[in-house]
C-alpha cells in the first residue's frame, strides 16, 4: 500500500513562507516522479511543481508552473522518501488545498491523472 501524507499547511500573511513536506512510505520512492499540485475552491487541480526521480544516469531535474517560479523551490531527501515545497512571497492567489502526487515513472509530468498517488492534501490559506 503506497501512502503518500502531507504536512505543514497554514494560514500566513501575504509575503509570508511555508514549507510543506510529504512523507512517503510502503514504497521507495527515489526512481518516482513526485509532483506537488494544489485546488482552490471552484476550480480545477493545477500543477505547482515536481522533481524527477534519481538514477545514475540523468540528473535530477526541477519543473514549475509559471506562477510559482522563483518563490516556490521544490527538493527531495536523500533518503527520497519525503518532498519538500518550500513556499516564499506567497501571495492570497496561492491559496488552496495543496497535494503531493507520485507516479511509477522517473519522469515528471504536469498532468493530475498521470499521477498513480496522492496525499490526503493539506490547506494553505494566505490572507492579504
Known amino acids: 500500500q503506497v501512502q503518500l501524507v502531507e504536512s505543514g499547511g497554514g494560514l500566513v500573511q501575504a509575503g509570508g513562507s511555508l514549507r510543506l513536506s510529504c512523507a512517503a512510505s510502503?514504497?521507495?520512492?527515489?526512481?518516482?516522479?513526485m509532483g506537488w499540485f494544489r485546488q482552490a475552491p471552484g476550480k480545477e487541480r493545477e500543477f505547482v511543481a515536481g522533481?524527477?526521480?534519481?538514477?545514475?544516469?540523468?540528473?535530477?531535474?526541477?519543473y514549475y508552473a509559471d506562477s510559482v517560479k522563483g518563490r516556490f523551490t521544490i527538493s527531495r531527501t536523500n533518503g527520497q522518501n519525503t518532498v519538500y515545497l518550500q513556499m516564499n512571497s506567497l501571495k492570497p492567489e496561492d491559496t488552496a488545498v495543496y497535494f503531493c502526487?507520485?507516479?511509477?515513472?522517473?519522469?515528471?509530468?504536469?498532468?493530475?491523472?498521470?499521477?498513480?498517488?496522492w496525499g490526503q492534501g493539506t490547506q494553505v490559506t494566505v490572507s492579504s
Open positions: 502526487a507520485a507516479r511509477s515513472s522517473m519522469v515528471v509530468t504536469t498532468t493530475a491523472n498521470e499521477y498513480d498517488y
Open positions: 510502503g514504497r521507495t520512492f527515489s526512481r518516482y516522479g
Open positions: 522533481i524527477s526521480g534519481i538514477s545514475a544516469w540523468f540528473t535530477v531535474e526541477t
